[in-house]
């Protein structure tokens, strides 16, 4: 029997799934290699006792970071609310850098990789979080290159995700290169997940999360642009609103919203597409025109290469199944379309 000894850090405060996924998709592997392979999984507690979750259910660890511990091939530790309380330990710390320099590979899920950076071990190193934390984890480690619409990255032995759900798409990952392609298949089979999932997390998270302050000189063209997505826009146009050139109106927008107008304009234009594929059965044809796109296949391109998806996978994603307004309702929008 090949077995694979799995270490998984346990703090006050921790995602109880980012645990119990990856836990339960290493079980698998027991199973169905009918016991020729298997991952041995302890749980290592930041503390003595037992460790509440965020969730408010409780585990008993197997031992704590005080402890001995046997050699292990893999380390993961998760994310949660309780991961910034733990910033300071540098018991934690010295533990993490420990087993990095001892393991084969150490792993952090959503917004556990804080922990990897509290402990000087992402400088220089691609990485990913959950997107709702990408910019705070780029503020406070600097010297880490965060690649926030990732669902997980690997350089080197680190290995870094996406939130939540992610741990599973990383624990097949590593099942793929401990077992094999077959297995990892099979394992995701056995949990009816995707063992390599379409696009990143761009098309969880809102495009425009940026917009610069309220009272901003600027804010009267953003706003303009949000009412008026369906207009063939031009720098000059925008500029002469504002009374100012076209190079001063895109060297202040950028300074103010951190992007481009351009940029700003697109992500506005993809976010209200999503907004009518999530919600309406209008056609592609439709969509696009309201949102300002030339044709049902220039919102095509330009959403596929911005969230690596298409509009229709995205339906049928994320449609909701209320679409009892009268919009989604009306004859004519019901065009049905060839994709």
């Given at each position: 029997?090949?077995?694979?000894?799995?270490?998984?850090?346990?703090?006050?405060?921790?995602?109880?799934?980012?645990?119990?996924?990856?836990?339960?998709?290493f079980a698998e592997v027991r199973i169905l290699s009918h016991g020729e392979c298997e991952y041995e999984m302890l749980t290592v507690g930041?503390?003595?006792?037992?460790?509440?979750?965020?969730?408010?259910?409780?585990?008993?660890?197997?031992?704590?970071?005080?402890?001995?511990?046997?050699?292990?091939?893999?380390?993961?530790?998760?994310?949660?609310l309780g991961i910034f309380e733990v910033l300071e330990d540098s018991t934690l710390s010295e533990w993490l850098v420990r087993q990095r320099r001892l393991s084969r590979r150490i792993a952090a899920i959503c917004n556990g990789v804080f922990a990897f950076g509290a402990a000087g071990m992402i400088d220089n190193r691609?990485?990913?979080?959950?997107?709702?934390?990408?910019?705070?984890?780029?503020t406070m480690f600097p010297k880490a290159n965060v690649e926030p619409d990732q669902i997980y990255v690997k350089d080197e032995g680190i290995y870094t995700t996406a939130g939540v759900t992610a741990?599973?798409?990383?624990?097949?990952?590593?099942?793929?290169?401990?077992?094999?392609?077959?297995?990892?298949?099979?394992?995701?089979?056995y949990l009816i997940v995707y063992v390599r999932r379409v696009?990143?997390?761009?098309?969880?998270?809102?495009?425009?999360?940026t917009q610069g302050a309220a009272d901003s000189q600027i804010q009267p063209v953003r706003q303009y642009l949000l009412d008026n997505l369906h207009l063939p826009h031009t720098m000059t146009s925008l500029a002469q609103r504002l009374n100012m050139s076209a190079r001063n109106l895109s060297r202040v927008f950028s300074k103010e919203c951190g992007?481009?107008?351009i940029a700003f304009l697109n992500d506005a234009r993809i976010d209200a597409a999503r907004r009518y594929l999530e919600s309406t059965d209008h056609?592609?044809?439709?969509?696009?025109?309201?949102c300002g796109f030339e044709n049902a296949d220039t919102l095509r391109r330009t959403f596929s290469k911005r969230l690596h998806i298409s509009p229709m996978e995205y339906r049928q994603r994320f449609r909701s199944n209320d679409l009892g307004n009268a919009e989604s309702g009306s004859k004519r929008d019901r065009v049905s379309e060839k994709v």
């Open positions: 029997m090949r077995k694979i000894t799995v270490a998984m850090v346990l703090f006050p405060g921790f995602q109880l799934l980012d645990i119990a996924g990856p836990k339960d998709a930041t503390t003595r006792g037992s460790v509440q979750s965020s969730s408010g259910l409780t585990v008993v660890p197997d031992r704590t970071i005080f402890d001995p511990c046997p050699q292990f091939d893999t380390v993961i530790i998760p994310g949660g691609t990485v990913t979080t959950h997107w709702m934390d990408a910019a705070r984890l780029a741990g599973i798409d990383l624990a097949l990952v590593m099942i793929e290169e401990d077992f094999g392609k077959k297995m990892a298949l099979d394992v995701a089979k696009g990143g997390q761009s098309q969880f998270s809102p495009l425009l999360e992007v481009s107008l056609a592609v044809s439709v969509i696009a025109r309201r």
